[in-house]
């Protein structure tokens, strides 16, 4: 499956289309930045880093808050991380990852945590509703597996 046309901005205000994300990406989708679940998975990316890029591989993050949030969490957090903001839903909308939630029998929108492994804008493989404790490194070792394979 192709990944979709997308143009939003990092952390820093740049432009980030389908064009950066170069041969091999990793775009993680989560709900709020400065939250327990997502500081522990934005931690976890940030430090297995330098071996997604020894594997010539894009990590970004990408939730709906601004980037005026995100660079409020990457300077909290120490992160090293490219923080995409998608505050009109666009791409989370585009890949089904905004979806109704229920909490105390409260219904709302928000977030499905997911991640994509995106070869050459094509989506090689996909965890949906993500469980956030060793996820980075599943996903380390399943970018080995396919580079291996290819």
Not at 30 to 43: F, L, M, Q, R, V
Not at 124 to 150: D, F, G, M
């Amino acid at each position: 499956m192709k990944f979709p046309k997308f143009k939003l901005e990092d952390q820093q205000g740049n432009t980030i289309t389908n064009k950066d994300l170069g041969e091999w990406s990793i775009i993680y989708f989560y709900p709020k930045d400065n939250t327990s679940g997502c500081t522990i998975e934005a931690k976890d990316f940030t430090q297995l880093l330098p071996k997604f890029k020894k594997l010539n591989a894009k990590v970004f993050g990408l939730s709906p808050d601004s980037k005026e949030s995100h660079c409020k969490f990457i300077d909290k957090q120490e992160l090293k991380l490219q923080l995409l903001s998608d505050p009109e839903k666009q791409l989370l909308q585009a890949l089904d990852c905004w979806i109704e939630k229920s909490m105390y029998g409260r219904k709302y929108m928000g977030v499905n945590r997911s991640t994509f492994l995106v070869k050459n804008n094509e989506i090689i493989h996909e965890w949906r509703k993500v469980k956030v404790p060793s996820h980075a490194n599943e996903v380390l070792e399943i970018l080995k597996k396919y580079q291996q394979s290819s």
